[in-house]
């Protein structure tokens, strides 16, 4: 008995460990959401954050306390498994509270330095009662040059993409629309099927501030590389480059998602999603790194006709979405599986739906509707 008052003492030690990563882990994360513009708190991340360290620790207790009465069961059977039983609950004990305090170390490590990496810009608007005040100032200290006209002067080498001019950019607002501004980044799809926040969503708005309407959007084909295709399919044309006065949304394909931006005017533009993760800013680049579409009224664009009946299915215990998707007949010559397949199509549909849980399953018992995909 004194044994197991022991390792229970020593769990009890090793769950305040745990407890302290935890808690190390909730201040990061907090002084994160309090300095990182345009970032909200989410009760829900840290009441999953508490369970899963309730949950460890329960675990952890369950499996000395499981092993010890094993031994027990043994000596009224006549055996000794003493050390085999204290053997198992050290190690289970010694596993599971480094395991949840490493894990919990590790987020507190990489919020820390999101935070410290974070490009932190405050962007004067023309709305605020000291702004003239603020340009009349940069004007006089700049003698009215462009930052990359400073640099140059001062003999300084541009670098691609990486020179900003912000002090002398503070008339470009943020227009970007609630509620897609304030949620937290990919949680909600804007009417041309894009998450909030994500380069793409802030370049469908900024066409439907110009022309009064979104672009219709195709499900699992929104990322910015697939744009090469969107834009002429709504009916904006490739141009060699963009013209003061003109406006066009910039492409480019390169990495696993691509990059799309406004532009503004000379090599100025403003995006969403590039110096800071969800964020909006405003830099200077390089044009000839871009495919650029000028972004002007055309005809209505004619989306792909497509069925409007759809399918009605209520989800049970023990489905598989894939095979759902096969006994509705809704398979396609997409395949199944893949970037472009048949689940991700229709898992777009049931995000919409809201039918998904916390993990991403299907809730059971819900009834789903999905449109047919057209080959």
Known sequence: MQDLVNIMITTGVGLAILGTAYALDLLVGTIKVLFTKDMKWSWRKMGEDLVKAILIAIATEAWVVLWYVADWYAVKCGLDISSFTSAMSIAGMVGGITAGAFWYLASAGENLLNFLNTKHVVLPSTGDPDYAGIADKVKEITGGKSGKQLIEEAGGKLDGEDVTDQAGKGGIANTYPEPYKSAVKDTILDPSICWNRECVSYCSWKICELLGRWMPGVAGRMSAKYWIDRLPEWGFKEVAKPRNGGKYVGVTTVGQYGHCMWFEFDNTVSEYNYSS??????????????????????PEPTPTPTPTKKVKYTYKQGDTFGQVICDLGLKTSHGLWGEDGDVAYYTEQLIAQGALDANGNVIVGRTIYLTPRVD
């Open 277 to 298: 993760t969800g964020n909006f800013d405003v830099r200077e680049v390089n044009l000839a790194q871009y495919r650029w579409y000028e972004i002007k009224a055309a």
